[in-house]
């Protein structure tokens, strides 16, 4: 597999939190109060247990800590670096309750994956017999892995019913199908992962910002996933290309299940006059060409539009690419910006410059390139339908911005009716609809999770979400095994909304989150 390795952008892209030197990991662990029913773990959408690989690296066991990371989030190591802690596990540490800060769970974990991958990045033949063990010195009392859920050992015997089954295949290769296909191997079940990029991983290849996130650690965390047995194939489902498209049709009859992780489409349009002129380039495309071409060259004067984490990813990396000038406009005010206030805190550092109140409606050509945005000012008027007061235009207000950039930030379009349309599934406001705790669609055939399910949010709730698929196929190919192909999936699935009712406390945990800090679908859909 080829690797994406940008020379400069090593340079231009420093991390944004460096890596814990051992002493510092040390002491840090060992300000851990290791709290039974630790809120840290609830908090995290993967439930990793966060007191006992803590522990062990307080104990030297780095290899243990990161097989405990592993165990319930395979993609660990992404989740260290891009996870928003402040609203995830670290926001509900109880140092809080203290006045002290909270620990430094990201970097922690960051710490222990870097040793994992650093000393080879594999996984132990029979992940069981390394695995932690309930009451394992070094633990947590009581504490359970992911979600409550134990994984089967990675190389185990195929079981009777992932014998019987003619795998599971996931569309996209994203954090969402990546977590779904690891745990199905786990199982001993068969996966086929479908992706239409050039590399799997989805946007931690191809959109998280390179200061949290390089696209060479994305490739070594599907590796990893490769190598517990999962089958790669680069291929566009139901794509209008017949040469790199597989039918659906051809997918449902080789599959007994197939897992839906494609994420979100394209950036939205602005719709004004100009959008299709040189130097005009959505966001998503922006950070996707930065991280991926050598000679990719950004403007003097740059103009972003959108207030949320994609729009602020975005004008950081015009930034740190050498832009004189970055403007960010919104057309609410910095109140109702959706964008994490850590994001936005930021920016500012980065040198980004903010305006508010203000709405384009034309991008201004000279010989074909963009030249400048005429915005029009706003003011906020009666909330909306979404409870979020509206923008309205001042009549006669407008001025406009010189630049030769325009990077418009709009929040990801819903993806593949067409797919959605051939297999029957229902879709609310252009998102799957799934049963919470099984992630499986109305179509029983077709699970469902990330993006595609949430509507955009982050990565960790699309490994959880992809995890918790994958267990209940599990539950049900199980049963459909037990009564001889007579599925009597309720039950079965029952006994699995049970162990996810832990799932909608730490869901709880996520509405908190939202509250105060807002999604990132909230974030990018602040143009609607
Ligand atoms: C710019 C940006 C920055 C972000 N930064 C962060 C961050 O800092 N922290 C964080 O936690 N989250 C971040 N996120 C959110 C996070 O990246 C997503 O929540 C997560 O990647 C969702 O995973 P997914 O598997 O559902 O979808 P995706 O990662 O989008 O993967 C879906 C994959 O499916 C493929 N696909 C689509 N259609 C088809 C088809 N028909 N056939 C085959 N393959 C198909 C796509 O090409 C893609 O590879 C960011 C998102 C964006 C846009
Ligand atoms: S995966 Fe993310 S939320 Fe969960 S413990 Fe790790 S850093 Fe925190």
């Known amino acids: 597999m080829s690797t994406l390795h940008i020379p400069q952008n090593l340079e231009r892209f420093p991390d944004l939190h460096p890596a814990l030197d051992s002493q510092s990991a040390i002491a840090e662990a060992n300000r851990c109060l290791f709290c039974f029913d630790a809120p840290c773990a609830a908090a995290c959408p993967t439930h990793i247990d966060v007191p006992r690989f803590i522990k062990k690296i307080g104990s030297g066991n780095l290899r243990g800590s990161a097989l405990t990371i592993l165990d319930a989030n395979i993609l660990g190591l992404s989740c260290s670096r891009v996870c928003p802690v402040d609203v995830l596990c670290e926001g509900s540490c109880v140092m809080h309750r203290y006045n002290k800060k909270p620990i430094e769970i990201g970097r922690l974990q960051r710490f222990a994956m870097d040793h994992f991958y650093a000393k080879g990045g594999t996984l132990p033949q029979n992940v069981r017999q ?7 010195a070094g633990g947590t009392a009581g504490a359970t892995t992911a979600g409550g859920t134990a994984s089967a050992p990675a190389s185990a015997p195929a079981s009777s019913a992932a014998s019987s089954t003619a795998g599971v295949a996931c569309l996209g290769g994203g954090p969402a199908s990546l977590a779904c296909a690891a745990e199905l191997r786990r199982h001993g079940y068969p996966v086929t992962i479908f992706d239409n990029r050039p590399l799997p991983g989805g946007l931690n290849t191809y959109g998280v910002a390179e200061y949290k996130l390089r696209a060479s650690d994305s490739l070594r965390e599907v590796e990893l996933v490769r190598s517990l047995g999962v089958e790669f194939r680069q291929a566009e489902i139901g794509g209008a290309e017949v040469t790199k498209s597989v039918r659906l049709e051809d997918v449902e009859r080789e599959y007994s299940f197939i897992f839906i992780g494609v994420g979100l489409g394209a950036m939205e349009r602005l719709g004004i006059p100009g959008e299709q002129l040189r130097g005009v380039i959505d966001a998503l495309r922006f950070i996707e060409r930065y991280k991926t071409s050598p000679d990719f060259a950004v403007g003097r004067r740059v103009v972003v539009i959108g207030g949320g984490n994609t729009a602020i990813d975005a004008a950081n990396a015009a930034k740190r690419l050498g832009a004189e000038e970055v403007h960010l406009f919104y057309r609410r005010t910095e109140k109702e910006m959706p964008a994490f206030p850590f994001e936005y805190d930021h920016s500012k550092v980065e040198g980004v410059r903010f305006h508010w109140l203000a709405q384009p409606v034309e991008i201004v050509e000279e010989d074909g390139r963009a030249v400048s945005v005429k915005f029009v000012e706003t003011r906020l008027g009666q909330p909306d339908s979404s409870g979020r007061r509206k923008a309205e235009p001042v009549e006669g207000s407008y001025f406009e911005c010189a630049c030769d950039m325009v990077i418009p930030a709009l929040g990801q379009s819903r993806l593949m009716e ?11 406001g252009g998102s799957i609809v799934v049963d919470r705790p ?13 993006d595609c399910v949430n509507g955009g949010r982050e990565v960790v709730d699309a490994v959880a979400d992809g995890k918790r698929a994958a267990l209940a196929m599990v539950r049900r190919a199980s049963l459909a095994a037990d009564t001889g192909g007579k599925t009597a999936g309720a039950t079965r699935d029952d006994a699995g909304a049970t162990r996810d009712d832990a799932g909608a406390t730490r869901d709880d945990a996520g509405a908190t989150r939202d509250a105060s800090g807002g999604t990132r679908a909230e974030a990018e859909a602040n143009h609607g």
């Open 130 to 136: 390394e695995r932690p063990q309930a009451g394992e």
């Open 418 to 428: 067409v797919l959605h349309t051939a297999c029957g599934i229902e879709l609310k």
């Open 438 to 450: 099984t992630g499986r669609t109305s179509n029983p055939k077709y699970y469902a999770g990330g």
